[in-house]
């Protein structure tokens, strides 16, 4: 047999602070969907970042062949990066440890893998978030590719790559918030690439996400990220400018619901108008505010209306 036939088509890759209530349902949601030989055909890597023992305990329970476990010192989000380096997959799938495989997510995963073997375009799984008619869009165009993903292409959970492609840039600098969006967005040349919008997961819930300034990291630092490929004329002022506008929706939506209706999550959220400001203008930060305002107002009168 030849080596290339016992490398697996995928591998899903799930970088985890090891929290046992997320990881186990997903990995269930995985194994669930198996079949004849795709025992043979992927890998399942997590790496776990997390203080305690209670995952690597659980995950000796699940006896299968294709699962490795490591423990790892990796500060933050590059927890992701090492889930990758462990992967032997021609295609790394980065997995959210609160993301559940919906009925036949592994063989849709699997048949892109085979489908896309050959030219190896830069894949992005967006799982319904765009509404793209048909699911499917490819692009010759980077800045193209970049406009039609917009701030999603910060969400890690869509994030795949070529192992061969993640070879080619092993020494990228990684952003300590957005490595997912640094590997993204390399610069791999010439490449096709396409989004993929058919909804493939189910999020667990996400009470008490956080850990981190939610508007320093998406008002700063993944706009200097935007603001980098604009600077090298790798997307154009028409995207960067639509993918701010698309993000000051996001900031209202998040102001509305962590700063006024004070929902179970541990953004840090100090500083909002200082990093707000360094993009944005004075005005345009007034405006978010007095939004999500109207937003907890409108929310707030129809509860009254609800207890009558």
Request: hydrophobic letters at 40%.
């Amino acid at each position: 047999m030849d080596i290339i036939d016992k490398t697996p088509l995928l591998s899903i890759c799930i970088p985890t602070n090891g929290i046992v209530s997320y990881v186990l349902p997903v990995l269930d949601s995985i194994y669930s969907q198996v079949k004849g030989n795709d025992l043979e055909l992927f890998e399942v890597v997590i790496v776990d970042n997390g203080k305690g023992n209670d995952l690597e305990i659980k995950i000796k329970e699940y006896q299968y062949p294709n699962l490795r476990y490591e423990k790892t010192n990796a500060e933050g989000f590059l927890n992701q990066i090492c889930c990758f380096n462990l992967a032997v997959g021609h295609f790394l799938k980065f997995q959210n440890h609160r993301a559940k495989f919906l009925n036949g997510t592994l063989d849709y995963l699997l048949n892109i893998v085979r489908k896309n073997l050959g030219d190896k375009p830069v894949i992005y799984l967006s799982n319904g978030v765009l509404g793209i008619r048909g699911n499917m869009v490819d692009f010759n165009s980077f800045d193209e590719f970049v406009r039609t993903l917009s701030y999603w292409s910060s969400w890690s959970s869509g994030v795949t790559i070529w192992r061969d492609d993640f070879v080619l840039l092993r020494n990228v600098q990684y952003n300590m918030m957005f490595p997912h969006t640094s590997l993204l967005f390399a610069d791999l040349g010439n490449k096709k690439y396409v989004i993929d919008d058919k909804k493939l997961l189910c999020l667990q819930d996400d009470i008490g996400k956080g850990g981190y300034n939610l508007y320093k990291t998406f008002a700063v630092d993944y706009l200097d990220i935007l603001m980098d490929l604009y600077c090298q004329d790798r997307i154009s002022k028409k995207t960067f400018l639509l993918v701010k506008k698309d993000l000051w929706n996001f900031f209202v939506e998040f102001y509305f619901r962590l700063k006024l209706k004070k929902e179970n999550y541990s953004f840090d959220l100090t500083g909002i108008k200082n990093n707000f400001l360094k993009y944005y203008s004075l005005s345009s930060y007034w405006g978010m505010v007095s939004k999500a305002w109207g937003y907890f107002l409108f929310d707030s009168l129809k509860k009254m209306m609800y207890k009558k």
